[in-house]
């Protein structure tokens, strides 16, 4: 039989087929109500773009560090100084011969060393430091796509928002504070870890350090009684990580981690910790300080206590008890 008729056939539906998803996709396309941040294959947010987001800290870690230092020195005259490294000595060959896995090991490091190593002579320009920390930037808003519950994905973008001299495109207080807004919303739907409550902690210290600097303007915007608001907000994050810890402890979740990653949430939970008491602390003193009495000329403008973008409001005693 040939195979002409079954050619014809396929291509028949083919076109069929990509016909009407023409026709269909338009109205599609044309309502605002699905209009949505492309997500290919639904990795974003899934336990897939967790797992991507935590393999992309070793490219955003390497970019960032040539990024921000000269790297491996050289010299043009192929002559050393006291501060290059000095040759190792040659030790003898041991007489067992190393196994396949250590090997392997030992090529693996050196290839680490190598791929960051820099064989230009000349030291690295304010351009491509500047390249090579947008760089950085770039990986560090795509990994926090993939997961906005990653701690160390989220600070870091917050880090380079709001540090002109490390970031490329520093949009100060309006993009941090939707960023922390959108961070904490996300992580406060996450019940089976505990770890997104610390991600979303640290987003309200962070929208407290940016009211606190909002206090060095002739006219702040934030009042005490906001700062307290978000400082509960804190609080709640803070508890909702001690109770999905606790009940990790009676489902044994904790043991499936490395001894490492639960040192890692120690540390983290006694930081914020730190910065929750430092921020009480602060507060109390401002509302000291609007106690006192002051001469306020007639002329000054009150407080807006409007912020560029509105930073989440603590939950409901109800809602805290889900």
């Known amino acids: 039989m040939s195979p002409l008729p079954s050619i014809v056939l396929s291509s028949g539906l083919i076109g069929v087929g990509v016909l009407a998803w023409a026709l269909a996709g338009h109205p599609l396309i044309a309502n605002p109500d699905l209009n949505a941040p492309l997500n290919p294959l639904g990795i974003n947010r899934s336990p897939y773009g967790e797992v991507f987001a935590m393999a992309m800290q070793g490219p955003i870690e390497t970019y960032f560090d040539a990024g921000m230092s000269d790297g491996s020195h050289h010299h043009a005259d192929d002559t050393n100084c006291a501060d290059c490294p000095q040759p190792r000595p040659v030790v003898a060959p041991a007489a067992a011969e190393p196994s396949l896995n250590a090997r392997l090991g030992t090529l693996l490091t050196s290839l680490d060393k190598v791929v960051a190593a820099r064989t230009n002579p000349k030291a690295a320009s304010a351009a491509l430091k500047r390249h090579l920390r947008r760089q950085a930037e770039d990986k560090l808003r795509f990994a926090y796509q993939l997961d906005p519950a990653h701690y160390a994905n989220y600070n870091a973008l917050h880090f380079f928002l709001t540090e002109p001299a490390v970031g490329t495109r520093p949009e100060l207080t309006p993009s941090a504070a939707k960023l922390a807004d959108d961070t904490i919303q996300y992580c406060l739907k996450q019940d089976h870890d505990p770890r997104p409550a610390l991600t979303a902690a640290a987003a309200a210290s962070n929208i407290l350090h940016l009211m606190f600097t909002d206090r060095q303007r002739e006219a702040p915007a934030f009042s005490t009684p906001q700062m307290r608001q978000c400082l509960d907000l804190l609080d709640h994050c803070l508890a909702r990580y001690t109770r999905i810890a606790q009940q990790w402890d009676y489902s044994k979740n904790w043991d499936l981690l490395s001894p490492q ?62």
């Open 261 to 322: 990653r639960i040192t890692e949430c120690e540390d983290r939970f006694s930081f914020i910790a730190k910065i929750r008491a430092a921020a009480e602390t602060t507060i109390l003193r401002l509302e000291a300080e609007a106690e006192a009495p002051r001469p306020q000329a007639s002329n000054e403008p009150p407080p807006s206590g409007n912020f560029p973008h509105n930073f989440p409001r603590p939950a409901n005693p109800s809602e805290r008890t889900q």
